[in-house]
């Protein structure tokens, strides 16, 4: 299989099925009660959604192997270089924005934890900033050309990293919930070591959104198989103020995420293109390695993403208006002076 072609591009058919009581409970309201939704090329368990609060997830779930199989080291890019430079240079852009967001309010000595680091794209601008930063990373790999301010932890889950109760003043989860096996578990470590009066920010593709709703398989941000959760936003705010947090805001527009998941998913909609094929066309290739997809395939690729962007930013502005951004961020805070403890892992 060439580079990368296979990693974003497992198939996935909608299968409509009856509710049936499912292995697992949802990791959001414990029931078990479900609906088979998705089937995954390679996976053997089916995606099913929970009939009471919506959440999509494996069942039975994945096995730990399984769930490293969906992070080869090309996934990781090359020495903190996921994308071919002209993107990568917008992610970084992206990321500078995003940490004006993520540092307001803040005092210059905060700080702040990444949790799901990766190579860390918001570390650099917000350690100009003056905050203490600390990220946690399930491989190695993954933190290739971190900035080295940051200080980055190896472990398995977050509970395994051994921070203090109280040690953080902000705790940001970017797109790395719907990655951990146990997001409950992640979120109750999240209340113990964040300080009273703390802010937590999470980022999650919104399974309840117009974008995942209209795409159904062929939604760009169903990731499989690394994304073993779905969430509404709802659900996550169930969860969240379940755990002891109370929710600050939410926010539906993001240029980094929103408007290309229209895109992708419109083009993963034409059965004649591979799928995720543009998204493989601009992740950064080892040298030597040939382009996925014949010269015919990359044009016609390129030139509909092109004419589908001014499309795909329109409806994501919408979308946003309307409360159901395709992927959203939601703040959260640990209350000052609580005497409400978080629930143990179920
Ligand atoms: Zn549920």
Redesign the pocket.
């Known amino acids: 299989m060439p580079f990368a072609r296979d990693l974003h591009a497992r198939p996935i058919h909608e299968i409509g099925a009856e509710a049936s009581t499912a292995e697992s409970s949802?990791p959001?309201?414990a029931?078990r009660e479900v609906r088979p939704r998705f089937r995954v090329g390679g996976v053997t368990s089916p995606v099913v959604v929970?009939t009471?609060?919506g959440?999509g997830r494996y069942d039975p779930p994945l096995a730990p192997d399984e769930v490293f199989e969906g992070y080869p080291s090309e996934y990781y890019g090359q020495l903190g270089m996921k994308f071919s430079p002209g993107v990568e240079a917008l992610v970084r852009l992206a990321a500078t924005r995003q940490s004006a967001f993520l540092s307001r309010g803040l005092s210059p000595r905060a700080r702040v934890l990444d949790v799901g680091c990766g190579r860390g794209v918001i570390f650099g601008p917000l350690a100009d900033r003056g905050l203490e930063l600390h990220g946690v990373e399930i491989r190695i790999e993954a933190v290739e050309g971190a900035d080295p301010r940051a200080e980055v932890s190896i472990a398995p889950r977050l509970a395994e990293a051994g921070y203090a109760a109280e040690f953080f003043d902000e705790v940001v989860i970017w797109h790395a919930l719907e990655h951990v096996i146990d997001p409950r578990g992640t979120l109750a470590e999240v209340h113990r070591i964040l300080r009273s009066g703390g802010r937590l920010v999470v980022a999650v593709p919104n399974f309840a959104s117009a974008q995942a709703r209209w795409s159904g398989a062929a939604w760009f941000h169903l990731d499989a198989p690394r994304h073993l959760y779905h969430f509404p936003l709802e659900?996550l705010e169930r969860l969240l103020e379940d755990l002891g947090f109370e929710v600050e805001s939410r926010h539906h527009f993001s240029l980094r995420q929103n408007p290309f998941g229209w895109v992708q998913s419109l083009l993963n909609r034409v059965r004649s293109l591979p799928r995720n094929g543009l998204y493989t066309l601009l992740y950064e290739r080892p040298k030597g390695v040939p382009p996925a997809f014949d010269r015919g395939t990359r044009v016609g690729l390129l030139l509909l993403g092109l004419l589908a962007a001014p499309i795909a930013l329109v409806a994501s502005v919408v979308a946003a208006v309307l409360r159901s951004g395709a992927t959203v961020h939601v703040v959260a805070r640990k209350p000052a002076h609580s005497s409400r403890q978080a629930p143990p892992e179920r």
């Open positions: 949802c959001v309201c029931g929970c009471d609060c959440v659900a």
